[in-house]
C-alpha cells in the first residue's frame, strides 16, 4: 500500500485523529472518548469530542516540546519514529498519571488531563520536569 496515499485518505475521512493513537491500540492507555475503526489493515482510533481532541492535541504538543531532550535530537520531524512516539505517548501518559495520584495505570487520556488540569491550572503549568524524568526512566520501549 502506498502510504502517502493511505495518509492522504486517511486525513480526509478521519478529521479527528486521536494525538496518543499509538499508546491506545497497544494497550499502554485508554480513553473513554476514543472510538476505534478499521481503515484496510489497519487500526486506527478517532476522538468522540472536539473538545476532548483539541485538549489532548495540546498536551501532546506540550509533550514534544518538553521531551526534545529526553529523546536525545535538538528537533523533532513529524512523523517521528515509532519508538519515540511510544516513548512520548505512553511514557508521557504514565508519568503525568503517576505525579497526578502516583499510579502509573492509564485509565482515562481526557479525564486524566482534565484532573490535571485542575490541579495545575495551565498546560504550561504541568511538572513537565517528573513527567520526563518518569518517561525516562520507567518506560522502555520492547
Same mark, same amino acid.
Given at each position: 500500500m502506498d502510504e502517502i496515499? %493511505? !495518509?492522504r485518505v486517511l486525513s480526509q475521512i478521519n478529521p479527528n485523529n486521536c494525538p496518543f493513537e499509538?499508546?491506545?491500540l497497544t494497550g499502554c492507555a485508554s480513553c473513554s472518548?476514543?472510538?476505534k475503526l478499521n481503515i484496510a489493515e489497519r487500526e486506527i482510533v478517532t476522538c468522540n469530542k472536539t473538545d476532548s481532541l483539541f485538549l489532548c492535541t495540546? %498536551? !501532546?504538543n506540550?509533550?514534544?516540546n518538553n521531551f526534545i531532550f529526553a529523546l536525545g535530537v535538538t528537533h523533532i520531524h513529524e512523523p517521528m519514529p515509532h519508538?519515540?512516539?511510544m516513548r512520548l505517548?505512553?511514557?508521557g501518559l504514565k508519568g503525568l498519571q503517576v505525579v497526578l495520584d502516583g499510579n502509573n495505570i492509564v485509565c482515562d487520556v481526557v479525564e486524566l488531563i482534565s484532573r490535571s488540569r485542575q490541579r495545575f491550572g495551565l498546560l504550561t503549568d504541568f511538572p513537565y520536569v517528573q513527567?520526563?524524568?518518569f518517561a525516562n526512566t520507567h518506560y522502555k520501549a520492547r
Open positions: 496515499a %493511505y !495518509r499509538k499508546s491506545i472518548m476514543a472510538n495540546e %498536551y !501532546r506540550s509533550l514534544l519508538a519515540m512516539e505517548q505512553c511514557g513527567i520526563v524524568q
